[in-house]
């Protein structure tokens, strides 16, 4: 009540709420509104479960995601928040949802045998996205383990000061220099309520916002080389792995995917994931076994 979502000619929500729960909720009505299928298949790839719904091209995306147990770690960012930011957490997720039940009938089958969406789809989405997805992926292993070059990436942004504008107010701009689609689209919204003055932009599926200015500051940011992703070569022998000059055994785990099949039935597709003192094992092939670890 009190809340509204008003659509200008340009596809983009302001929301305006007289609570910040109101507000949450809202956001999550309005992605959902806008990006339904999108939005609900990212989350299902963040569970590990994208193949069992789409089928078979999403089950590589589902071993990367239970070897590195991104569901699992959801769960524990989700008993990890603040008593004050759960809550709208929770606002977000049943605000996706709401949206949802009102156009269920318009979704997919797999949309529909996905939902409820939960706080911890919410969080392992990001986690996907930002840890397993720009700090490294699968590829950038692969090129890692080879020794190839990468392609160089940037982007750039710029602040001008008010003694340098022709309005003398200060002046922020982002060029992100982003991909444009699947989990790199991005939405955008004017975000209002008691304290909250907030118009910017995130990956659709996000409750915050990435690229934003409020009334009294801007900010951006530029894709950069941060070393927050390292790997790690096992030395292997009979009975695990060697460590400072002792055999370590591997943490083993066994998970099994489902799989969609073509004339609608599921196969199951065991994994093996290997756990070491420094991550899971992500590469074991030619000789070389590799372990990841990521910080947070």
Known sequence: EGTEILWDTYGVPHIFAPDHTSLFYAYGYAQMEAHAELLIRLYAQARGRAAEFYGEQYLDEDRWVWTNGIPQRAREWATQQSPEFYPLLQAFASGLNARATEEIETLSDAARAILPLTVEDVLAHGMRVIHFGWLVDSESIETRVSGAVKSPSGSNG???????????????????????????????????????????????????????????????????????????????????????????????????????????????????????????????????????????
């Open 158 to 296: 710029w602040a001008i000061s008010p003694f340098r504008s022709a309005s003398g107010h200060a002046m922020l701009l982002s060029n992100s220099h982003l991909r444009w689609g699947d989990k790199h689209t991005y939405f955008e919204v004017q975000l209002s309520a008691p304290g909250v003055s907030s118009y910017g932009a995130v990956w659709v599926g996000f409750p915050t916002l990435r690229l934003c200015f409020t009334d009294y500051v801007g900010w951006t940011q530029t894709t950069n080389g941060v070393n927050l992703a390292h790997l790690y070569r096992l030395t292997l022998n009979d009975h695990g792995y060697e460590l400072d000059g002792e055999t370590r055994s591997f943490e083993v785990e066994n998970q099994v995917i489902r799989v969609r099949q073509e004339d609608g039935t599921l196969r199951e597709e065991p994994l093996l994931i290997r756990r070491s003192e420094h991550g899971p094992v992500v590469f074991d092939r030619d000789g070389m076994t590799v372990a990841l670890r990521v910080a947070g």
